[in-house]
């Protein structure tokens, strides 16, 4: 059996930490959003802020929690400006 050594162990980690970090940070959110009408920065910033309030559980239900907090958010005119801004809203006008 022929063992890498602690070169290699750190080059893998290094990998797995970079593609992690694209992966979870800027491909996930963008897909995410696009598909949810939440705008990426929104989704990204949410997954920080429930995943600091709950650990990883908020985490994975940052976007559920997030879409119900905007849903609330429509149903009033007094916060309906900051439901709009956490859409995906690109400036578009569809007939």
Known sequence: M?????????????????????VGNIIEPKVMG??????????FFSMVFWGWMFGPAGMILSVPLTLGFQFLLMQYEQTRWFAFLM?????RVTR
């Open 2 to 22: 022929i063992g890498h050594g602690a070169f290699s162990a750190f080059w893998v980690a290094a990998w797995y930490s970079v593609i992690n970090v694209v």
């Open 34 to 43: 696009s598909g949810l009408g939440l705008s990426a920065t929104t989704i």
């Open 87 to 91: 859409s995906d809203y690109k400036g």
